[in-house]
């Protein structure tokens, strides 16, 4: 089944990044095709790191949560120590994504043009709209992307922006709530109050979002292998090369505008 669109608009993408940043870099195939160096060395490192991180939080946190798996020995805990284990597991890999997201907040601004996103623009929020309509089979004027369209921005802006936060800000307060007098515990006293005043509505918060998290996974991985079947322009195989396939007429239609 196509998806309408209306063909008097020109497939170009206008101005939803900093204007500072960076152009991608073009290798010209043939007379009509080029190769974007879209996502950058450091863009695909956070990309791994993150799904990474994002798995294991997921599958230790449900299992602290909830503990699917026991010793198979009734015995001391002290001797298998499986909780134990999950938990530093699962402390350890917060920092890493703590890490790994402030680097990528620096990205944004140090990276190319497809490593950005300027959600202050009402160009952003118009386009975001259209590609909406795109998807719910409606008639519109959305754009090509090389890169991240408006609404997968506005997606990243939600959960690996706002939710990241989120998890990380209520992570910490549950990590050293046992501590409430060392320099950790009231540096995280405050979290308390801004989501529900006591333990269990940060940990339910924390709980919430972690659920976000793993529905806006398989949305993710969804809509990557529909784009890369749809467009034939190497969207998979771009997170691992950096590399898409566009035609040239687009690619630098796209610099044209900007």
């Known amino acids: ?40 060395l450091p863009v695909r ?22 503990p699917f798996v026991s010793a198979s020995i009734q015995e001391e805990a002290y001797y298998s120590f499986l909780m134990g284990w999950a938990r530093y597991i699962h402390f350890f890999v917060a920092f890493l994504f703590t890490i790994n997201l402030a680097v990528r907040w620096y990205w944004v601004y140090k990276g190319n043009e497809h490593a950005t996103s300027n959600p202050f623009r009402f160009s952003f929020w118009k386009e975001a709209f259209e590609t909406i309509k795109y998807y719910l089979f409606m008639k519109n004027n959305k754009k090509h992307y090389i890169g991240h369209n408006p609404l997968a ?11 990241s936060i989120i998890m990380m800000l209520t992570g910490y307060y549950l990590l050293f709530e046992p501590q409430p007098e060392s320099i950790y515990g009231k540096m995280f006293m405050w979290v308390a109050h801004l989501f529900g005043g006591d333990s269990y509505s940060v940990r339910s918060w924390h709980h919430l979002v972690a659920w976000g998290f ?38 630098l239609g796209e610099h044209d505008e900007k």
């Open 45 to 66: 490192i956070f990309h791994w790191i993150n799904a990474f991180s994002i798995i294991v939080l997921m599958i230790t946190g449900v299992f602290i949560g909830r």
């Open 153 to 163: 921005q506005l997606s990243y802006w939600i959960f690996i922006g706002l939710g």
């Open 214 to 251: 793993m529905i806006f996974t398989v949305v993710h991985v969804y809509m990557a292998f529909r784009e890369d079947y749809l467009q034939r322009n190497g969207t998979m195989s771009s997170i691992f090369t950096g590399y898409k396939i566009e035609r040239k007429k687009e690619a």
């Open 1 to 40: 089944m196509s998806i309408p669109t209306n063909p008097k608009i020109e497939q170009k993408q206008t101005q939803v990044v900093w204007k500072r940043s960076r152009k991608a870099k073009n290798i010209e195939l043939n007379d009509e095709m080029v190769k974007v160096y879209v996502w950058e």
